[in-house]
Protein backbone atom coordinates (compact mmCIF):
# COMPACT_ATOMS: atom_id res chain seq x y z
CA UNK A 1 0.00 0.00 0.00
CA UNK A 2 1.38 3.35 -0.65
CA UNK A 3 1.85 5.58 1.79
CA UNK A 4 2.83 9.14 1.89
CA UNK A 5 3.88 11.23 4.31
CA UNK A 6 4.39 15.24 4.04
CA UNK A 7 6.51 17.53 6.62
CA UNK A 8 8.15 20.71 6.75
CA UNK A 9 5.72 22.84 6.79
CA UNK A 10 5.15 25.58 9.35
CA UNK A 11 4.80 29.38 9.79
CA UNK A 12 6.93 31.99 7.62
CA UNK A 13 7.42 35.64 7.09
CA UNK A 14 6.57 37.04 3.82
CA UNK A 15 9.23 36.74 1.19
CA UNK A 16 10.93 33.34 3.53
CA UNK A 17 11.16 30.36 1.78
CA UNK A 18 10.26 26.43 3.12
CA UNK A 19 11.16 23.14 2.07
CA UNK A 20 8.24 20.35 2.09
CA UNK A 21 8.93 16.13 1.95
CA UNK A 22 7.15 14.06 0.78
CA UNK A 23 8.47 10.74 1.59
CA UNK A 24 6.98 7.78 -0.08
CA UNK A 25 6.99 4.16 0.67
CA UNK A 26 4.86 0.75 -0.20
CA UNK A 27 5.91 0.58 -3.90
CA UNK A 28 9.09 1.03 -6.36
CA UNK A 29 8.07 4.76 -7.76
CA UNK A 30 10.08 4.32 -10.79
CA UNK A 31 6.76 4.11 -12.52
CA UNK A 32 5.08 7.10 -10.92
CA UNK A 33 4.46 10.69 -11.51
CA UNK A 34 4.41 12.95 -8.20
CA UNK A 35 2.08 15.95 -7.59
CA UNK A 36 1.93 18.50 -4.97
CA UNK A 37 -1.01 20.50 -4.35
CA UNK A 38 -2.77 23.07 -1.84
CA UNK A 39 -5.87 24.02 -0.35
CA UNK A 40 -6.17 27.60 1.08
CA UNK A 41 -9.68 27.94 3.42
CA UNK A 42 -12.76 27.95 1.50
CA UNK A 43 -11.37 27.21 -1.98
CA UNK A 44 -10.57 23.93 -3.85
CA UNK A 45 -7.47 22.21 -3.72
CA UNK A 46 -4.79 23.81 -6.72
CA UNK A 47 -1.84 21.83 -8.67
CA UNK A 48 1.79 23.14 -7.34
CA UNK A 49 3.70 21.03 -9.08
CA UNK A 50 4.21 17.97 -10.43
CA UNK A 51 7.41 15.64 -11.15
CA UNK A 52 8.09 12.13 -13.00
CA UNK A 53 10.17 9.70 -11.18
CA UNK A 54 11.60 8.00 -14.51
CA UNK A 55 12.14 11.07 -17.12
CA UNK A 56 12.86 13.62 -14.01
CA UNK A 57 9.94 15.84 -15.75
CA UNK A 58 9.00 18.35 -13.92
CA UNK A 59 5.84 20.75 -14.32
CA UNK A 60 4.39 24.20 -12.31
CA UNK A 61 1.58 26.13 -12.16
CA UNK A 62 2.34 29.88 -13.96
CA UNK A 63 2.09 31.14 -10.13
CA UNK A 64 4.70 29.21 -8.44
CA UNK A 65 7.04 28.62 -11.56
CA UNK A 66 10.38 30.20 -10.81
CA UNK A 67 10.00 30.44 -6.95
CA UNK A 68 8.97 26.69 -6.25
CA UNK A 69 11.23 23.90 -7.40
CA UNK A 70 10.71 20.00 -7.15
CA UNK A 71 13.71 17.80 -6.40
CA UNK A 72 13.70 14.24 -5.35
CA UNK A 73 16.46 11.65 -3.30
CA UNK A 74 15.55 8.65 -5.11
CA UNK A 75 17.59 6.62 -2.33
CA UNK A 76 15.50 8.01 -0.23
CA UNK A 77 11.93 7.78 -2.10
CA UNK A 78 11.64 11.30 -0.91
CA UNK A 79 10.38 14.41 -2.92
CA UNK A 80 11.09 17.92 -2.33
CA UNK A 81 9.15 21.23 -2.93
CA UNK A 82 11.32 23.83 -2.13
CA UNK A 83 9.48 27.37 -1.92
CA UNK A 84 11.03 30.28 -2.19
CA UNK A 85 9.79 34.05 -1.73
CA UNK A 86 6.88 33.01 -0.41
CA UNK A 87 3.85 35.58 -0.58
CA UNK A 88 0.82 35.12 1.60
CA UNK A 89 -1.31 33.49 -1.03
CA UNK A 90 0.06 30.95 -0.56
CA UNK A 91 -0.61 29.77 2.74
CA UNK A 92 -2.72 26.69 2.69
CA UNK A 93 -2.62 23.09 3.63
CA UNK A 94 0.06 21.29 1.35
CA UNK A 95 -0.46 17.76 0.15
CA UNK A 96 1.82 15.82 -1.97
CA UNK A 97 0.22 12.99 -3.96
CA UNK A 98 1.38 9.65 -6.64
CA UNK A 99 0.02 8.03 -9.26
CA UNK A 100 0.79 4.92 -10.98
CA UNK A 101 1.92 6.24 -14.64
CA UNK A 102 4.87 7.83 -15.19
CA UNK A 103 3.32 11.38 -16.92
CA UNK A 104 3.08 13.96 -14.76
CA UNK A 105 -0.75 15.30 -14.16
CA UNK A 106 -2.24 18.75 -13.51
CA UNK A 107 -5.62 17.56 -12.13
CA UNK A 108 -6.21 16.20 -8.84
CA UNK A 109 -8.45 13.41 -10.51
CA UNK A 110 -5.46 11.82 -11.70
CA UNK A 111 -3.80 11.04 -8.48
CA UNK A 112 -4.37 7.97 -6.62
CA UNK A 113 -2.26 8.23 -3.35
CA UNK A 114 -2.64 11.60 -1.37
CA UNK A 115 -0.92 12.40 2.16
CA UNK A 116 -2.63 13.94 5.19
CA UNK A 117 -1.07 17.63 4.33
CA UNK A 118 1.36 19.83 6.26
CA UNK A 119 0.43 23.28 6.94
CA UNK A 120 2.12 26.53 5.58
CA UNK A 121 1.28 29.16 6.63
CA UNK A 122 2.89 33.28 5.63
CA UNK A 123 2.44 36.32 7.38
CA UNK A 124 2.34 39.60 6.18
Known amino acids: QVQLVESGGGLVQAGGSLRLSCAASGRTFSSYAMGWFRQAPGKEREFVAS????????VYADSVKGRFTISRDTAKNTVYLQMNSLTPEATAVYYC?????????????????WGQGTQVTVSS
Open 51 to 58: FSWSSSRT
Open 97 to 113: AARPVTATAWSTRSYDY
